[in-house]
C-alpha cells in the first residue's frame, strides 16, 4: 500500500514541471498554478477526512475508491493538449489524492499494536516506491532525456501512475477492515475537522516562532518541488530524474540520525542544521553546472534529506512534545494545514513569480532563480536563531508525511 501510493506521487509529481514547460508551453505563473494545487488538497482535506471518512465509510474503501477515479483523471491528464484542459483534471486529481494521505496513516494506525515502533518501517516502503518511480523515468525509459521530452514522452509518467493507482485501488479493497472512528450520532463539528484545539499551543512564544518559521521556510521547498527538475533537465543534466532519487535516499539515512542530533544539539540545533541546508543547497544549484562542477548539483539534490529530516521530520516530534494527549493529532492536523496548505500556495505562487521574471523556456537565469530562495532561508535562519529559545524533545520514531 504505502509503496504504491507513494510511487504515484512521485511518478508524476518531480517531472510535472518539465513536462508543463516544455510540451505545454507553461509559462512560470502556470507552472505555479499547477503546483499549488497540492496546497488547495491539503486545505480541503480535513474536510474530506472529518466529513466523510471518519464517519462514513471504511478507511480502505475509500482509498480503493479514490484511486480508481484517480486512475481515470491521470489517464485524462496524459491525454490533455493545452494547459486549460490539463489543469481541471489535476485540480480534481489533488483535491482526491491529498486526503488519501491521512487514509493510509490511519489504516497503518489502526492495525498496529505500537504505531511508534512499527510505523516508520512500513513508512520507508512509500519512499521505496518514490524512488523506484524515478529511477524507471530515468533510467529504464529515459523519458526525461532531451530528444525523448522534445517528443513528448513525459506523459507516459502519467500513463504510468494511472496504471498502479488502477492497482492501489483494487487493491484496497483487500487491505484489513478500518471502519469510521466516529460513533452513529456522535458529531463531528468544524473544530475538529481543523484542529482548532491545537490552537492554544500557539500562546506558547516559543512554539508560535516555530509556527511562523514552518510556514516561511515551505517557501524554499515550493522552489525545489517545482522547479527542480525543470532546471536539471534545461541544463541537460543525464537522467535528471534518477539522480534527484538521491534525495529520497538520503532521506532515508538522515531521519536515522535524528535521534543522535536531537541528544548531541538539542531541539533548536537540528532546525537550523535544516534550515542551513536549503541556503546551501540552492547556492549548489546557482553556481554548478552539468560538466566540472557536477558534484555541486548531486550534493545539492542529496541534501534534501537534511532539509526535509531535519526541519520538518523534527518538527513532527517538537510538535508532538508539545502538544497534550488530548490534542496531538490536532496539532499536527494544524502543522500540516499551515505548512502544505498555506505556505506551500505562497511558496508557489512566489517561485512562479520568480522564474517568470528571470526569463523563460530555455532561456532561464538560474543562478538568480537559485538565489532568491537561499537568501529567503538564511532570514528565516537568522530570525529563528535570534527569537527561539532552547527545548529538548524526545525521539518516538515520527516518520515523515511526504517525500
Known amino acids: 500500500m504505502m509503496l504504491l501510493q507513494f510511487f504515484i506521487w512521485g511518478g508524476w509529481f518531480v517531472t510535472m514541471g518539465s513536462y508543463l514547460a516544455a510540451n505545454l508551453g507553461a509559462t512560470g505563473s502556470q507552472t505555479a498554478l499547477a503546483y499549488s494545487t497540492q496546497s488547495w488538497g491539503a486545505i480541503i482535506a480535513p474536510f474530506v477526512i472529518g466529513l466523510i471518512a471518519d464517519k462514513y465509510f471504511n478507511a480502505e474503501r475509500l482509498l480503493g475508491i479514490i484511486h480508481l477515479i484517480g486512475a481515470a483523471l491521470l489517464y485524462l491528464l496524459s491525454m490533455a493538449q493545452s494547459f486549460a484542459d490539463f489543469y481541471p483534471y489535476l485540480l480534481a486529481y489533488m483535491i482526491l489524492y491529498m486526503p488519501t494521505l491521512a487514509l493510509v496513516n490511519a489504516i497503518c494506525f489502526r492495525q498496529m499494536d505500537d504505531p511508534s515502533r512499527h510505523f516508520s518501517k512500513i513508512r520507508l516502503w512509500g519512499t521505496v516506491g518514490w524512488i ?74 516559543n512554539f508560535l516562532v516555530f509556527f511562523i518559521a514552518s510556514i516561511l521556510i515551505c517557501v524554499p521547498l515550493a522552489f525545489y518541488y517545482q522547479y527542480a527538475n525543470l532546471f536539471l533537465t534545461e541544463i541537460h543534466l543525464a537522467n535528471a530524474t534518477g539522480k534527484q532519487t538521491l534525495g529520497q535516499m ?60 531535519f526541519f520538518f521530520v523534527s518538527g513532527q516530534i517538537y510538535t508532538d512534545s508539545k502538544a497534550g494527549e488530548r490534542c496531538k493529532s490536532a496539532a499536527q492536523g494544524m502543522i500540516t494545514l499551515a505548512t502544505y496548505g498555506v505556505g506551500m500556495l505562497v511558496g508557489f505562487w512566489a517561485a512562479g513569480q520568480i522564474a517568470s521574471h528571470y526569463g523563460g523556456p530555455g532561456a532561464r537565469d538560474w543562478t538568480a532563480i537559485w538565489l532568491f530562495p537561499a537568501l529567503f532561508a538564511i532570514v528565516v535562519f537568522l530570525l529563528f536563531t535570534a527569537m527561539f529559545r532552547n527545548e529538548k524533545a524526545a525521539y518516538r520514531g515520527t516518520a515523515p508525511n511526504l517525500s
Open 250 to 309: 538520503s532521506e532515508v539515512l538522515f531521519m536515522l540520525l535524528i535521534p543522535l542530533f536531537l541528544l548531541r544539539v538539542g531541539m533548536k540545533g537540528t532546525l537550523l542544521v535544516g534550515m542551513l541546508a536549503w541556503a546551501l543547497r540552492y547556492v549548489l544549484f546557482a553556481y554548478g553546472n552539468p560538466g566540472n562542477l557536477v558534484w555541486m548539483l548531486l550534493l545539492g539534490i542529496a541534501l534534501h534529506g537534511v532539509c526535509y529530516d
Open 132 to 205: 523506484i518511480a524515478g529511477l524507471i523515468i530515468s533510467y529504464l525509459f529515459s523519458w526525461d532525456a532531451p530528444a525523448a521530452l522534445a517528443r513528448g514522452m513525459l506523459r507516459y509518467t502519467f500513463t504510468m501512475c494511472a496504471a498502479a493507482s488502477l492497482v492501489l485501488g483494487l487493491f484496497s479493497f483487500t487491505l484489513p477492515k478500518t471502519p469510521p472512528r466516529v460513533r452513529p450520532g456522535e458529531r463531528v463539528t468544524l473544530r475538529d475537522m481543523l484542529g482548532l484545539d491545537a490552537l492554544a499551543l500557539l500562546t506558547d512564544r
